[in-house]
């Protein structure tokens, strides 16, 4: 069981590309900070939130936004909270309590208490996935409107690529041709007149 809960801290802490995944708006921090026992096991877990005096001011659950399109912002984390402690430290499906839980159970051999705990570990694992299907909704969103984007892109050159290459020396020709048309109109308009 410690092996699991060390394996589930870490990946609440993993990071790409040198930001924290569930990190919300604030990358730079660990999104979950670890309390150890003095036998070096983890004896809780918490969020690691940002207080200003006694209001939160940023943390794990803000919403990070990109501009995907004119106009169109989209939301492309989820609240770090939601995988792993959705109601907060201790509350209902605190992934990390249960399995604390659980672990501190099987050490004292007490298995009626450890079943009971497994349908809990179940629900959290099923939020778990819940989370990462609205995560992965999101990316395919998101690579749509980059494939809207490519599309726009390639157009956008196709038209800027068909005026860059104009035969300039036709254009010229035209427009003079068209100004005698004109001109020699107005000639004979004036002479009627």
Do not use: H
């Given at each position: 069981s410690d092996g699991r809960l060390e394996e589930m801290y870490v990946k609440a802490n993993a990071k790409y590309l040198g930001k924290y995944i569930f990190g919300g708006q604030?990358?730079?921090?660990?999104?979950?900070?670890?309390?150890?026992?003095?036998?070096?096991?983890?004896?809780?877990v918490s969020r690691n939130l940002i207080y200003d005096g006694a209001n939160l001011i940023r943390g794990i659950d803000d919403p990070t936004y990109f501009?995907?399109?004119?106009?169109?912002?989209?939301?492309?984390?989820?609240?770090?909270?939601?995988?792993?402690?959705?109601?907060?430290?201790?509350?209902?499906?605190?992934?990390?309590?249960?399995?604390i839980r659980l672990r501190e159970s099987i050490r004292n051999n007490d298995m009626t208490t450890a079943r009971?705990?497994?349908?809990?570990?179940s629900d959290e694992i099923d939020n778990i996935l819940v989370q990462e299907s609205v995560l992965g909704t999101r990316i395919q969103r998101l690579e749509a409107r980059d494939?809207?984007?490519?599309?726009l892109q390639t157009n956008k050159k196709a038209d800027l690529s068909?005026?860059?290459?104009?035969?300039?020396?036709?254009?010229?020709?035209d427009l003079n041709y068209q100004r005698m048309i004109l001109e020699a109109s107005l000639?004979?308009?004036?002479?009627v007149i």
């Open positions: 604030e990358t730079a921090r660990p999104p979950y900070m670890a309390e150890y026992s003095p036998s070096g096991t983890i004896s809780s501009t995907v399109a004119e106009g169109y912002d989209m939301q492309v984390n989820i609240s770090g909270s939601k995988p792993f402690m959705p109601n907060g430290e201790g509350g209902t499906n605190d992934v990390f309590d249960t399995i009971n705990i497994m349908p809990e570990l494939s809207e984007n490519d599309v068909e005026i860059l290459n104009s035969d300039y020396v036709q254009c010229i020709t000639q004979v308009g004036a002479k």
